[in-house]
Nanobody, 123 residues
Framework: QVQLVESGGGLQQAGGSLRLSCVAS????????IAWFRQAPGKERECVAAITWSAGSTWFADSVKGRFTISRDNGENTVYLQMNSLKAEDTAVYYC????????????????WGQGTQVTVSS
């Protein structure tokens, strides 16, 4: 079973950048999709970006389009979320999640989750 470990969160000023990493122990098979979700206090968990392991097809939430990019390094079993032009509203706990199958934006469709990493953006 694939296990996921996130890292790279922290405190950043508005306008700055952070890169989150999600390392999968046990190589996801080519049928996997990996997504980054975030959850701010009092809000629902939302998908911000997703990528298919094999083809590298991607999806982004409107709120992060043009600012965030998602990529994967198959050799390192790692998915990255590069976050640029950070805003205070990006503050949240960020989780990576995996599922077998195509991209999906609902948290209920992802059975595998990491522990989360806190991102705080000061304005």
């Amino acid at each position: 079973q694939v296990q996921l470990v996130e890292s790279g969160g922290g405190l950043q000023q508005a306008g700055g950048s952070l890169r989150l990493s999600c390392v999968a122990s046990g190589r996801p098979n080519n049928n996997y999709a990996i997504a980054w979700f975030r959850q701010a206090p009092g809000k629902e968990r939302e998908c911000v970006a997703a990528i298919t392991w094999s083809a590298g097809s991607t999806w982004f939430a409107d709120s992060v389009k043009g600012r965030f990019t998602i990529s994967r390094d198959n050799g390192e079993n790692t998915v990255y979320l590069q976050m640029n032009s950070l805003k205070a509203e990006d503050t949240a706990v960020y989780y990576c999640a995996a599922r077998s199958g195509w991209l999906h934006t609902s948290a209920n469709n992802y059975p595998l989750w990491g522990q989360g990493t806190q991102v705080t953006v000061s304005s």
